[in-house]
Each structure stands twice: as C-alpha cells, then as structure tokens.
C-alpha cells in the first residue's frame, strides 16, 4: 500500500472554534463538541484512505491546550500524549480528561519550545 496522506484544512480564523470561543459566540460546550467532530471527521478519513482505523494506535497532539482534540482522540485510541508549553493549560486539560473519565492521556511539557 503506498503512503497516503490526510491533509487538514485550515478555516479562516474568523469561522473556526477558537475564534468563537474567545468572543464568546461559542459556548465552551459548542467548543468541546467541535473537538469531538473533528476527531470524527479525521477519523473517517483517515480510515477510507487508509483502511485502518485509531484503535490500537498512538496519538499525539503537539500543542494540545486544553484537550480539546487528545480527550475525543483517546477515547478511540490506544494511548495520547498531549504536548503543550504551559502547565496551566495541561493542568485544565488533566481535569477535563477527568470529567470525561479518560485515563488514557500523558500531558507532557515542552519548556524549551517557548
């Protein structure tokens, strides 16, 4: 099988989740279902290019703030590290996994990326 690629698409800033967010035109609830159907979405593409699906793999997610893709991404995979420079924003992402009873998730650190 030869290499096939899934490309992600960048919205406008204006139309996507972070910016709803942060003006308040989205709820947080709106903002941690988006992640879930994001995942959805790559997970089926993902899966039709490739004919594998996300159990039993590995994740990460470089930059994760609040876990708003690594929690939907560990509930299907094996294990997820999520990576980010602040310890504040891994801290809510730990509690968010937690309210989400995921187990599944290392947050790991990145000081020197800064």
């Known amino acids: 099988m030869g290499h ?3 490309r992600l698409r960048r919205r406008d800033a204006n139309a996507g989740w972070h910016w709803g967010y942060l003006t308040g035109a989205k709820t947080r609830e709106e903002a941690v279902d988006s992640g879930y159907q994001h995942i959805a979405r790559l997970a089926t593409e993902i899966e039709a ?3 594998v699906g996300l159990q039993s793999r590995r994740a990460l997610e470089y930059g994760c703030g609040w876990g ?3 929690v939907p991404l560990a509930e299907r995979c094996e294990y997820v590290y ?3 420079i602040s310890t504040s924003v891994l801290a809510e992402a730990a509690e968010n996994a937690k309210r989400s009873n995921v187990e599944n998730i290392e947050w ?3 000081p020197r990326l800064a």
Do not use: I, K, M
């Open 4 to 6: 096939n690629r899934v």
């Open 49 to 51: 290019h490739t004919g």
């Open 68 to 70: 708003r893709l690594a």
């Open 82 to 84: 999520g990576v980010d």
């Open 108 to 110: 790991l650190q990145a």
